[in-house]
């Protein structure tokens, strides 16, 4: 019996957390018009980031202003991060040629990153940010600053979509699809 009691509370909790992820996840995936205010900040911050790409070169995110960007804030020891990564790469593929870019902010060393790069074929950029740049996340909404953490932008470089934890191909390629259809009308 007492084996029992441990159980059903082990699964209780799990449960529980796991109610608790869904909601935080659900939160954090608000509307462009249910963004909070620090977004617009937020966004005029990234827009002014510069970081080393994995052979060191400087890369600023303000190149790609014109285009749908997929920001993803992820590191090489975050198992949901690698477990997202073939996703984005498939969906970044499947975008070559049209105007959308994505990029990796990875919270880990370049040598992590290089392995990782090689490891899952990555075509996009993937820059190596500081811890402190986790604090760009807190101010689109992700208070707790956890991985992974995906900021979508539309062309004119105003947040359309945030999201707290894994997407998957299917809904990252409807976002960015619903972005490029919203800017062709």
Not at 156 to 167: D, E, F, P, Y
Request: proline share 7%; with cysteine.
């Amino acid at each position: 019996m007492h084996r029992l009691a441990q159980y059903a509370l082990i699964a209780a909790v799990a449960t529980a957390a796991a109610g608790a992820g869904y909601l935080a996840s659900r939160k954090l995936t608000p509307e462009a018009s249910q963004l909070p205010a620090s977004a617009a900040a937020a966004t005029d911050e990234l827009f002014a980031l510069q970081l080393p790409d994995t052979t060191g070169t400087p890369q600023a995110l303000s190149q790609w202003r014109g285009k749908v960007l997929v920001v993803n804030f992820w590191a090489t020891w975050c198992p949901p991060c690698r477990k997202e990564i073939p996703d984005f790469v498939a969906a970044s593929r499947s975008f070559a040629g049209e105007p959308v870019q994505f990029v990796g902010l990875s919270i880990d060393s370049t040598e992590s990153v290089q392995a990782f790069t090689r490891e899952f074929d990555v075509p996009y950029p993937l820059l190596i940010a500081s811890p402190q740049v986790l604090g760009l996340a807190a101010r689109f909404g992700n208070p707790a600053q956890a991985l992974p953490f995906t900021v979508i932008t539309d062309r004119n470089g105003a947040v359309r979509h945030i999201k707290l934890g894994t997407l998957n191909r299917a809904e990252l390629e409807g976002k960015i699809r619903s972005l490029l259809t919203a800017t062709a009308d």
